[in-house]
């Protein structure tokens, strides 16, 4: 069994292979795995490395070397908290005193023409009723 990355070039997905033998107009070419770690670790939901080399043990994964010291990109971002706003207890009741804006992205969303927008969307409302 054989489980590895491949990758979609050209229409036709292409896994990594190395030469192992070559002789006359037969080849015996030898399939391996890029990053097995990082590959169960993703496939498994981002479960910690002491569950992945249990399943090592165990029999249930083939084996490969687990590198402690790295880390995984989306569990470290996935930990980090964000800070609540400060509530703003006055809010301004100046001529263009109140703007909103927001970045949007309409990648998937067709137009009336049918074109597909291919860059951002910066969107600005800006309050321009003053408060009596």
Not at 15 to 30: C, E, F, K, P, Q
Not at 32 to 43: E, G, I, T
Not at 111 to 123: A, V
Not at 126 to 131: F, Q, T, W, Y
Request: glycine share 6%; aromatic share 10%; net charge positive.
């Amino acid at each position: 069994m054989y489980v590895g990355k491949g990758y979609l070039t050209e229409g036709l997905f292409k896994l990594n292979v190395v030469i192992v033998n070559s002789t006359g107009n037969r080849m015996i070419v030898s399939a391996y795995m890029v990053d097995s770690f990082n590959l169960w670790h993703a496939r498994l939901g981002h479960v910690n490395k002491r569950s992945i080399y249990r399943m090592v043990k165990l029999n249930l994964l083939p084996k490969f070397n687990i590198d402690l010291n790295k880390k995984c990109e989306i569990c470290t971002e996935s930990k980090f908290a964000r800070q609540p706003f400060k509530s703003v207890q006055e809010r301004s009741n100046e001529l263009l005193g109140l703007i909103y804006s927001d970045l949007c992205d309409f990648k998937s969303i067709p137009t009336r023409g049918e074109k597909i927008i291919t860059s951002p969307l910066l969107m600005i409302v800006v309050n321009i009723a003053k408060s009596i």
